[in-house]
């Protein structure tokens, strides 16, 4: 029987995977709302990209911040 050594998962490489997963909502969301007929439907969709988009930023900034605090290291 192998014994295999377990996958260590990061913080950065969490919070990488959550920056990636919001920028393929955004545009999701994005392209819903531009072919979406319904207007309160397209609203929702528009507002839900919104709020991703400050999500990713968040994420984005900790990424910034982790690279630098790597780089002082």
């Known amino acids: 029987m192998q014994h295999h050594e377990p996958i ?3 913080d950065r490489d969490r919070t990488l995977r959550a920056w990636q997963n919001t920028m393929e909502l ?3 969301y ?3 709302a531009a072919e979406i007929k ?3 439907l397209a609203d929702l969709f528009s507002r ?3 709020t991703e988009c400050r999500h990713g930023s968040d994420l984005h900034a900790v990424l910034k ?3 630098v605090q790597k ?3």
């Open 8 to 10: 260590h998962i990061s």
């Open 26 to 28: 955004i545009r999701d």
């Open 30 to 32: 994005q392209l819903y």
């Open 38 to 40: 319904d207007p309160r």
């Open 48 to 50: 839900m990209a919104e």
């Open 65 to 67: 911040d982790m690279a």
């Open 71 to 73: 780089a002082e290291q």
